[in-house]
C-alpha cells in the first residue's frame, strides 16, 4: 500500500530533530541554572546553546509583577537594585544582588548614577546567576516605571 504525499509528509513532521546536547549536559545545565524551564532546556537539546532564548523570561521561572520599590545603582557593567528600606546600594551592600532589565528601564534614558526607583516588574523566581557576567543573584524584569529620581550620593550613608 502506498501512502499519499500528503500523508508522508505529516509523518515525517513528527520526527523529532536530533539532539545536539545530550542527556548528561542538559542535566548539567539544569543544575547549573536554577529555575531554568524545561521548555528552554529542550530549545537547547536540539538547537544548540545558541538557540537559547536571549531574554531572561523566555528561559527562567519568574514571579508575577507586583510592585517594587528602592535604590538603583547604574553603572556601566553593573545595574544593582536594592529594594526598600535601603540607605546605600553598590555592588558591594549586603544582601542580593539585583540586576535590573527589560524596555521600560531602558526607553527612561538614564545616565549612570544612583537612583530612587518605583516600578512594577517579575523577579526570577529562584536564586542563581543572572545580569552581566551571571554575577548577580536575581534579576528584575521592569515591566513598568512608576518613578525615577536621581539620588545624591553624599545623601546616602557610606558603606
Known amino acids: 500500500m502506498r501512502l499519499a504525499p500528503a500523508m508522508l509528509l505529516l509523518t515525517q513532521g513528527c ?3 536530533p539532539e545536539r546536547l545530550s542527556d548528561n549536559a542538559i542535566q ?3 543544575q547549573g541554572m536554577p529555575g531554568v524551564t524545561e521548555r528552554c532546556l529542550n530549545k537547547i ?3 544548540g546553546i545558541e538557540a537559547m532564548p536571549l531574554g531572561t ?3 527562567f521561572e519568574m514571579t508575577p509583577a507586583r510592585h ?5 545603582r ?4 553593573n545595574s544593582r537594585f536594592c529594594p526598600t528600606p535601603a540607605v546605600s546600594c553598590s555592588y558591594h551592600t549586603a544582601g542580593d544582588r539585583i540586576w535590573l532589565s527589560g ?3 531602558t526607553s527612561s534614558g538614564t545616565n549612570e548614577g544612583l537612583y530612587e526607583i518605583e516600578f512594577v516588574g517579575r523577579r526570577t523566581a529562584r536564586k542563581g546567576s543572572y545580569g552581566h557576567l551571571s554575577a548577580f543573584d536575581h534579576e528584575i524584569i521592569v515591566d513598568q ?3 525615577l529620581r536621581p539620588v545624591s550620593d553624599a545623601a546616602t550613608l557610606t558603606e
Open 145 to 147: 516605571v512608576m518613578d
Open 15 to 17: 520526527e523529532q530533530p
Open 68 to 72: 517594587w520599590k528602592g535604590l538603583w
Open 57 to 59: 523570561d523566555e528561559c
Open 74 to 77: 547604574r553603572e556601566f557593567e
Open 28 to 30: 548539567e545545565m539544569r
Open 45 to 47: 537539546k536540539y538547537g
Open 103 to 105: 524596555k521600560a528601564l
